[in-house]
Structures are given as structure tokens and as C-alpha cells.
């Protein structure tokens, strides 16, 4: 498994995880470029959001609601920003669907 978001799926490389469930997991994001940035990442493996189908879209529901509970868990419903980037020339560089959640400019 080569793979780094599979490996932090399952434990085998460290992160700084904040939330878990069958589907999804979140942690830390080691790179920050917002007060809080998070990675919302799927446990199953696919590479980009060109590669979602109809049975896998249901995860794209999942991490937007996650990031709304998110948001109102660490205070920061006032403004947070959800990023997914797509491919190397939109700067992709982890091949293992994530989005990115950033806020807590200003604290509600
Ligand atoms: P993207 O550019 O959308 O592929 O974002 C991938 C992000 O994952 C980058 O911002 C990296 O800083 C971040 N990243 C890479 N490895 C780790 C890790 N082990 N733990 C947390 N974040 C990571
Ligand atoms: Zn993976």
C-alpha cells in the first residue's frame, strides 16, 4: 500500500485524526494555510473526483456534512472554505480524494 491517505486510513502512518466513521476520516492537515485546516478523506481509495460514480457520489454528501458538523463543533460556522482539488494542474498532489477545510479567521 503505497498509497498515503490509505495508510493513515488504517493507522499505519500517524496523523493528527479529529473525526472517524465507516466512511470517512479527518485529520489535520500538516501543511496549514488557514488557522484550522482539516482533510476530510474518504476511507476507500479513489484517486480523483473524475473517477466518482453514482455509487460512490454518496461520499461527496457525506463530506459536506461532515464539514458543516465540523464547523459547528470547532465554532467556526462564521466562515470556512471546502477545497477539492482535481488533477496535478489544479495542484493535486495527494491522488486519494480529500477535500480541505478551511476556517477559524475570526472565531464566532
Ligand atoms: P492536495 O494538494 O489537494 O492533494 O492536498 C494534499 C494535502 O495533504 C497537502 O496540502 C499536504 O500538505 C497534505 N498532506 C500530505 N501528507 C500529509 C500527512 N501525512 N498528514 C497530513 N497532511 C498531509
Ligand atoms: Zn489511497
Same mark, same amino acid.
Given at each position: 500500500? /503505497?498509497? $498515503? ?11 493528527? $485524526? ?6 470517512? $476520516?479527518?485529520?489535520?492537515?500538516? &501543511? ?9 478523506? *474518504?476511507?476507500?481509495?479513489?484517486? /480523483?473526483? &473524475? *473517477?466518482?460514480?453514482?455509487? *460512490? ?18 465554532? /467556526?460556522? *462564521?466562515?470556512?472554505?471546502?477545497? $477539492? &482539488? ?23
Amino acid at each position: 500500500m /503505497t498509497c $498515503i491517505f490509505c495508510q493513515i486510513a488504517v493507522r499505519r502512518l500517524p496523523a493528527d $485524526i479529529l473525526y472517524e466513521d465507516d466512511d470517512l $476520516i479527518v485529520f489535520k492537515e500538516v &501543511n496549514p494555510e488557514a488557522p484550522i485546516h482539516l482533510l476530510i478523506v *474518504s476511507r476507500v481509495h479513489i484517486d /480523483t473526483l &473524475n *473517477s466518482l460514480d453514482e455509487q *460512490s457520489v454518496g461520499l461527496m454528501a457525506k463530506m459536506v456534512l461532515v464539514a458543516k458538523r465540523i464547523a459547528e463543533d470547532l465554532k /467556526t460556522q *462564521s466562515g470556512y472554505r471546502l477545497v $477539492i &482539488n482535481c488533477g496535478r494542474e489544479a495542484g493535486q498532489v495527494v491522488l486519494h480524494l480529500h477535500m480541505h477545510f478551511m476556517g477559524g479567521w475570526r472565531k464566532k
